[in-house]
């Protein structure tokens, strides 16, 4: 499993947030301003940017502006590597109590 | 989706850094002392031990103290929530560039 990955890092910590996670789920369903992002939760402007500008970092949303007007929708990041981590972690639990289930099951033998 | 889980935020926090994903990695090898979690991490006691208690209040470790050793090994959480998480999100993203290249059929279609 690679420790050292600054990208995991930075979408982890991205994640890490209620809002910022519901901001990815709403432009799921469409682009959205961050006017209209600021509204749907209740954020000031400036609280909604700064959590575009983390989620913009992480490469998980992506925004372009036009006139005076920016857009969000959903950036490159397709969160394979953070899938793949978990995955292996979920793996290597399932193996750890595998082989708990068989040391029980030599012991009880042994009784 | 779930938005509001403050499970989902301590976990994913627990998870943004690379140290605190090693030690997952090595505990799930073996149980290890904090003092042991140190040396192989090149961290102060005092250090790897906030570590730990990150990852010990989102249950992804569990300690137990006999004598002057604190022992750790993997905790109770199972990374289910998380995992189903990432999964529906990238069920999202995969649905919206199918319904893009529908339309990108389409237009072609028409042209």
Redesign the interface.
């Known amino acids: ?1 690679v ?3 600054p990208r ?6 991205a ?4 809002t910022r ?2 901001v ?2 709403r432009l ?1 369903r469409a682009d959205a301003s961050i006017t209209e992002l600021a509204e749907q939760f209740e954020l000031t402007l400036t609280g909604m940017k700064k959590h575009v500008q983390v989620l913009e970092r992480s490469g998980l949303v992506a925004t372009r502006k036009t006139g005076r007007v920016r857009t969000c929708s ?1 950036g490159p990041r ?3 590597q ?2 793949a ?3 292996q ?2 793996q ?2 399932a193996s ?1 109590l595998d082989r708990l289930e068989t040391f029980l099951e030599k012991t009880k033998g042994k009784s």
Chains 1, 2 share one sequence.
């Open positions: 499993m420790q050292h990955s995991l890092d930075e979408t982890f910590a994640l890490s947030d209620a996670r519901g990815l789920e799921g959903l397709r969160l394979e953070e899938a981590w978990i995955e972690y979920r290597m639990l750890r």
